[in-house]
């Protein structure tokens, strides 16, 4: 086992922890009783509604095509043969789990990003908060990140190369390491090469990614 804790591991509490956070994170900006936090969450809300839809989706899709909610057997389901990479559900989950990524990361090219009104999204909840706080709620944040990231690479793009035992722990790292300059590398061309979206049109990209992750479920239902 990878980890001593393996057989816990669960794609589905983890999709609900992540949203129950989000929800937790959304109704304490509120506290703040600022317009410019409130203009902020309106903002997410109507994006969220989509986006943790469809990491549920995505999970509880992966959870029909290999039987189990367990990303330690996904991978081990996913990697063992090119006809189950390679299958239809598993390129469309595997798609719109991409497009969450990039959402999610704050990678999506968006017209007016960083600090500008239109473009602050998921800083606007973040907007009084200092110190400490701001320090937690950013860490968490990063952590989401890297933990989004590295199953998008483990289980759904690069299912192979992972080692076990303490000597295949310390070779995953390097593992790891190319396998997230290579993702950052996809995320930079995307983010540089393609015309950027106006805020009103991510939407519409959620929209489709959900739409993927709903036939990726409709495909593993009918053909079993």
Excluded: C
């Amino acid at each position: 086992m990878p980890i001593l804790l393996t057989p816990t591991v669960d794609f589905l509490g983890g999709a609900l922890l992540f949203s129950l956070a989000a929800f937790i994170k959304i109704i304490a900006s509120l506290e703040s009783g600022s317009n410019f936090v409130a203009l902020g969450v309106s903002r997410i809300l109507s994006f969220t509604f989509l986006s943790e839809a469809t990491l549920i989706t995505v999970f509880f899709g992966v959870a029909l095509i290999t039987g189990t909610n367990n990303p330690y057997v996904t991978l081990d389901y996913v990697s063992q043969s090119l006809s189950h990479y390679f299958q239809l559900d598993h390129i469309f989950v595997s798609i719109s789990f991409f497009m969450l990524w990039l959402f999610e990361t704050g990678k999506l090219p968006v017209e007016s990003p960083g600090l500008s009104e239109m473009g602050m999204i998921d800083d606007g909840v973040l907007y009084e908060y200092s110190g400490k706080l701001l320090a937690i709620l950013k860490w968490g944040s990063y952590i989401k990140q890297y933990l989004l990231g590295s199953v998008l690479l483990n289980v759904f793009i690069f299912p192979w190369f992972l080692q076990v035992g303490i000597i295949g722990s310390l070779i995953d790292i390097s593992v790891m390491f190319g396998k997230w300059l290579l993702l950052i590398l996809i995320s930079v061309i995307i983010n540089t090469t393609l015309a950027k979206l106006r805020l009103f049109k991510v939407q519409d990209y959620l929209a489709v990614a959900f739409l993927l992750s709903l036939l990726s479920l409709t495909l593993t239902v009918l053909l079993g």
